[in-house]
């Protein structure tokens, strides 16, 4: 026995981790395409970290793994180390093909698939087209979920697809087993991303462009193949065309398939839905009423922050120039998200409404004479206690990281509300920046800045649960 792991438990996290080695290999395998056509990398730095993650995966699977049955603490550690993986061997990608030092590959690599979209190259037009396409292809894929999208095409049905679908932070169900869950979910993904192509091709954007912007979008990554993001178009359709594929990847997938079963009635009853809508025209009219952004602006940015996007039709000098009321708005959205089971990063809206009617039920529990059953449901589904305090305290564990990584970068000399923006933008899995993060930032704040994002994405306990088993058996 080794601290809380023995080797039954290693034998089982081996087989699984080895199934997603083996689909991140594949994965960073896909850009050669791009390579190829453009001719604007060599072949080798693609082929060589993709194959590298294939063959520990091989390995893994070949002679550490073992029966046995997984457990949702094995699922945690898979998907923690998951993510840490993927980012190495995307990692090893750039440093190869733009050679740039490990820390600042591995920095753009974790914002890339987990979606938040931070970059530390200052001028992105002169990368080749295939790893422009590596990274928005890893933030299509990181959108789902580097777990999940293994789930979909590699893991039987069973109680195996089940605890690593709940280990990367989600729950719900579109049909009854997990793997289908999966499936339908791909389905509408790809749907919606063919949709996203052909609606920017008929806006006059380029083929390559389209692909890259509906990736990058549709996944809330929103990492950019142009300097000036969406900006660099200067065109309102298209502004239009990548709001609606923003709140796409905000809506819940649940809700999407009630939509596309032309279930329109229980779309509008999604509470998650409802609080989306009022909080994107709420801080709307705030930012465009005590702002001089303009209206397409300020609700461009209060979509991109909310639905944790990161896309930006303003570039990075200009932004750092807002008034700090608006960057105060955008924080508050960056805070809070869009649905679970989403795209999107952040807290999520389901917790703040969670907490807030425990809060309301609470009072009315006071106010109430002894005895009085007060009926808790949301969305018509019951909401029990110890669910109002996994809300509470996720919060409470998502606020205290926050804090940390704020404290570092103001130590390093970074402007105190610029650095919070930084910081709830990494956790949030966002993309927003004020200028902060850069190739040549100190080096403690990047390595804050990647476990924010490392936690913002598997939202913190499965990479506790992983760090706790990770002490243990060194003690």
Not at 104 to 128: C, D, H, K, Q, R
Not at 153 to 165: C, D, E, S, V
Not at 430 to 451: C, E, K, T, Y
Request: contains cysteine; proline residues 3%.
């Amino acid at each position: 026995m080794i601290g809380h792991l023995n080797r039954t438990d290693i034998r089982v996290i081996s087989e699984h981790l080895g199934i997603i080695f083996q689909g991140v290999g594949v994965a960073v395998l896909i850009p050669l395409i791009a390579a190829l056509i453009y001719n604007d990398a060599d072949s080798v730095a693609f082929i060589v970290p993709g194959a590298f993650s294939i063959l520990v995966g091989t390995l893994l699977r070949k002679i550490l793994a073992g029966k046995g049955q997984i457990k949702l603490k094995h699922g945690m550690i898979v998907a923690g180390l998951a993510w840490l993986w993927a980012a190495l061997i995307g990692s090893f990608v750039l440093m190869l093909a733009v050679n740039i030092d490990f820390l600042n590959a591995y920095f753009e690599s974790m914002s890339a698939w987990t979606g938040s979209g931070l970059t530390i190259f200052s001028n992105v037009e002169i990368l080749p087209r295939s790893i422009l396409f590596l990274r928005s292809l890893e933030q299509w894929i990181g959108g789902l979920g580097v777990v999940i999208v293994v789930i979909g095409i590699l893991i039987r049905p069973g109680t195996a697809a089940a605890r690593l679908y709940k280990a990367e932070a989600r729950d719900e169900r579109i049909k009854p087993n997990i793997v289908n869950t999966v499936k339908t979910i791909w389905w509408i993904y790809l749907f919606y991303t063919v949709l996203g192509i052909i609606l920017y091709i008929l806006a006059g954007m380029p083929l390559f462009d389209a692909i890259n912007n509906t990736l990058t979008n549709l996944s809330t990554g929103g990492m950019s193949i142009n300097n000036n993001n969406i900006g660099a178009y200067n065109n309102n359709l298209i502004y239009v065309i990548t709001m609606v594929l923003m709140i796409i990847g905000g809506t819940s997938f649940l809700v999407h398939y009630k939509a596309l079963k032309g279930r329109l009635i229980d779309v509008l009853k999604d509470i998650q839905f409802q609080a989306m809508i009022i909080i994107l025209t709420l801080f709307s009219i705030l930012m465009i009423l005590n702002t001089n952004l303009g209206t397409m602006n300020s609700v461009f940015n209060v979509i991109s922050a909310l639905t944790c996007t990161g896309s930006s039709i303003q570039p990075t000098d200009i932004m750092i120039a807002w008034p700090a009321y608006s960057k105060v708005i955008i924080i508050g959205a960056m805070m809070i998200g869009c649905a679970a089971g989403s795209t999107t990063g952040a807290i999520k809206i389901i917790r703040i409404v969670t907490i807030l009617k425990g809060i309301y039920w609470e009072l009315i529990r006071i106010l109430s004479p002894v005895g009085t059953v007060i009926p808790r449901k949301i969305s018509g589904k019951s909401v029990s206690d110890v669910e109002i305090r996994e809300a509470g305290s996720y919060v409470f564990l998502y606020l205290i990281f926050i804090f940390i990584s704020w404290t570092i970068l103001v130590s390093q000399g970074y402007d105190g509300l610029n650095s919070l923006f930084e910081v709830f933008s990494a956790q949030g899995n966002v993309g927003l920046s004020m200028g902060i993060v850069s190739a040549n930032m100190p080096d403690i704040a990047q390595i804050a800045l990647i476990g924010n994002m490392w936690i913002g994405r598997l939202e913190i306990i499965p990479v506790l649960v992983l760090l706790k088993s990770f002490f243990d058996v060194f003690n």
